[in-house]
């Protein structure tokens, strides 16, 4: 059954891929899902690149929104931020934790009844008044991410080192398995507004079966 909030499909509530336990290593098949992307390089704490991501992001997603309910009758709330990331040598981001050295995508789920046309009357109204500087750089894509092991993450990002460990050097290999595809993060809280001990993160990666070759 679909649930609703105020009338409004939440996605984090219905579907699997954004459920996750602290403590637990899932398992979960993700079905290709449709996002709105963008990309950047470096430390998301100092990059002006970071920030104007995110600035350009969401003036998009709530147009799509509101298009949706307004031409749609679909009214639905709008997910919460994602990342893809990675470096050149995953040890500066599982190990290292060296942010400068970090290439990343931001997303932001949007349902699969919006299609390019949308998308593109979207970023030309969100360009109409204070036009975010990487608006242009805006994607709508679809990610195809399969089978995936996820769990939830309580607290400062700068702590999910020894989470990450645990994934890579024992459940994955514990388990016949290997990385294949590149580490995603889901944001459950709001990091600009909840404390970091009390931040709520799915750490999810997509994972094939190691066949030794």
């Not at 336990?21 to 079905?31: A, H, M």
């Not at 975010?132 to 991410?145: F, H």
Request: proline letters at 6%.
């Amino acid at each position: 059954m679909t649930r609703k909030t105020d009338g409004k499909v939440d996605f984090k509530k219905i579907l699997d891929a954004y459920q996750a336990t602290r403590g637990r290593f899932r398992i979960v098949d993700v079905p290709d899902m449709q996002y709105l992307m963008i990309d950047g390089h470096g430390d998301p704490n100092t990059s002006p690149a970071f920030t104007a991501a995110v600035e350009a992001l969401y003036p998009v997603a709530y147009k799509l929104k509101f298009a949706s309910k307004r031409d749609l009758g679909r009214d639905y709330v709008v997910p919460p931020l994602e990342g893809l990331w990675w470096a050149e040598d995953m040890a500066a981001f599982t190990v290292a934790r060296d942010k400068s050295r970090w290439d990343w995508t931001l997303l932001l789920m949007v349902p699969d009844w919006i299609d390019q046309t949308m998308f593109a009357t979207a970023v030309e109204q969100t360009g109409a008044k204070r036009r975010p500087a990487r608006l242009d750089d805006v994607r709508l894509r679809t990610l195809s991410e399969g089978r995936c092991v996820q769990t939830l993450h309580v607290g400062s990002f700068d702590d999910e080192a020894g989470v990450l460990a645990r994934l890579h050097h024992g459940f994955i290999p514990d388990n016949g398995l290997r990385p294949a595809g590149t580490h995603h993060e889901i944001y459950l809280s709001d990091f600009r507004r909840v404390a970091p001990d009390e931040q709520r993160t799915i750490l999810r990666q997509p994972i094939t079966f190691d066949t030794g070759v």
